[in-house]
């Protein structure tokens, strides 16, 4: 059984954290580029100044991609690199990168599927207040605007932000990631509010200024919750922690509070009980500027949570067992997010869908034939996929898949000792080696799913 004939088969990166060039060619620098020079801030003092260095060799990584046999290449556009102060002057040899790229990838057949942020905030707007300035939204319009008249007429998909509440929880509350602030729960979601009317301002821009009709989506985190079993109240249970809001610790990890404004045109109910006075002021006509029409919406599922109906039917979290199976992020693995997540929020927001991150960090190194051998990474696609297929084959409306990540990458503060690429990167030399992984993904994708197993032992 294979996946619908169109099924798009595609990899993922994103700038800061395959790029390089961080101080070449008239680059601003970025909210990660400061975070990255704090002491004790990313493991090792590791940076992103040369990462893989794609802005050097695009051609080769190219390549790789088109050998793959992948139909699409989402990449990210850095801000810095075309705008260094991030409104006002745009640098033209950060534009001509990125026509050089987009060149390359339709030479050789892949479409290129591009996300304006992936966390990666000029350094100068977060001088001017960042998320938390009411201004953010139109810098980011103008932003979206230049990259919607250079690109706009070969560039085709597109991706507004990505993973609002990793950058929000990470960034703005806990500090762990760039820029690195722990903001009281009123100023963070003020930021989050900032962030929708950005992502609503893009949209506009994006349908505005390009000269093909593009098609637009975004790129949140997919925040699940599997059922523990197959009784129609903990699938139910399931359900409600999938699409809840809660106000406690963590609570920008979720789903609704951000897509609801997005997709539907509100905020959820719940969400504003939790946060009551802390929720943000929402003025006349800011719910229309989010609420703009999407043409599919992507999600980013790595892993999830099993939960069980309690007494009154309400969802409980399960432990999983001693020794279950963990990526060396210390998620575990659970294939079933890729049926239980898509389900959920198909069912809820009525859009063709694309899983538009998926794949694991793993030990990876290359092995005495001079190959890497990535078995584990292997079973993890075999399984999540396995999975993805049987929403499908039950109607959910899911259209792609993107495997995070085409190559080894910056982890963020992890620097570069999480491994999450289907190509081995030495980062000395900067040698690309394909996996075992990327000739198995590159199998399933030339049978469109059709090598994916059709039973698979349990986990344990």
């Known amino acids: 059984m294979s996946f619908p004939d169109g099924f798009t088969w595609g990899v993922a990166s994103a700038a800061y954290q395959v790029e390089g060039a961080a101080m070449e060619d008239g680059r601003g620098p970025s909210v990660w580029d400061a975070f990255a020079r704090r002491p004790g801030a990313v493991f090792g003092g590791h940076t992103g100044d040369v990462a893989c260095n794609q802005y050097h060799r695009y051609p080769e990584d190219v390549r790789l991609i088109a050998d793959l046999g992948a139909q699409a290449y989402r990449f990210s556009i850095s801000w810095p690199r075309v705008m ?32 304006l942020y992936h966390w990666d905030m000029p350094l100068a707007l977060f001088h001017r207040g960042g998320w938390l300035s009411p201004e953010s939204p139109r810098w980011f319009a103008e932003y979206a605007a230049v990259i919607a008249d250079r690109l706009g007429d070969r560039v085709k998909h597109w991706m507004t932000i990505n993973e609002p509440q990793v950058f929000l929880d990470h960034g703005l509350i806990r500090g762990t990631h760039a820029p690195g602030m722990k903001y009281s729960r009123p100023d963070a979601l003020l930021a989050s509010h900032h962030v929708l009317l950005a992502h609503g301002r893009a949209v506009v821009a994006l349908r505005d200024g390009c000269a093909e009709k593009p098609v637009i989506g975004w790129a949140p985190v997919g925040v699940c919750s599997c059922p523990a079993s197959d009784d129609p109240r903990d699938i139910e249970a399931a359900r409600q922690a999938t699409l809840g809001v809660h106000g406690g610790d963590g609570w920008a990890f ?3 509070w951000f897509s609801d404004a997005a997709v539907l045109g509100t905020y959820p109910e719940d969400g504003l009980r939790a946060f009551g006075a802390d929720a943000p002021d929402v003025r006349s006509g800011e719910m229309e500027i989010i609420n703009q029409p999407l043409d599919f919406y992507g999600v980013n599922i790595y892993q999830a949570g099993s939960v069980a109906a309690d007494s009154e039917g309400k969802p409980t979290g399960t432990d999983f067992v001693r020794g279950y199976p963990r990526t060396m992020h210390q998620w575990p693995v659970t294939p079933e997010a890729l049926y239980w997540g898509p389900r959920f929020l198909h069912e809820r927001y009525k859009l063709p869908m694309y899983v538009t991150e998926n794949g694991l960090a793993s030990m990876d190194w290359v092995h005495a034939d001079g190959k890497v051998h990535d078995a584990g990474r292997v079973d993890f696609l075999a399984r999540y996929l396995h999975a993805l297929r049987r929403a499908v084959a039950e109607g959910v409306d899911v259209r792609g898949y993107f495997q995070w990540s085409i190559m080894d990458n910056y982890e963020w503060a ?17 040698d690309r080696i394909p996996k075992d992984s990327y000739h198995w993904y590159a199998e399933a994708i030339k049978s469109n799913g059709g090598t994916i197993p059709r039973s698979l032992s349990p986990l344990r």
């Open 84 to 115: 260094p102060e991030g409104t006002g002057r745009i640098n033209e040899a950060g534009l001509a990168y990125y026509d050089r790229l987009v060149d390359e990838l339709l030479a050789r057949g892949v479409q290129p599927w591009a996300t």
């Open 254 to 256: 979720n789903n609704t």
């Open 414 to 430: 992890e620097g570069y000792k999480m491994r999450f690429g289907l190509v081995y990167v030495d980062y000395d030399s900067l």
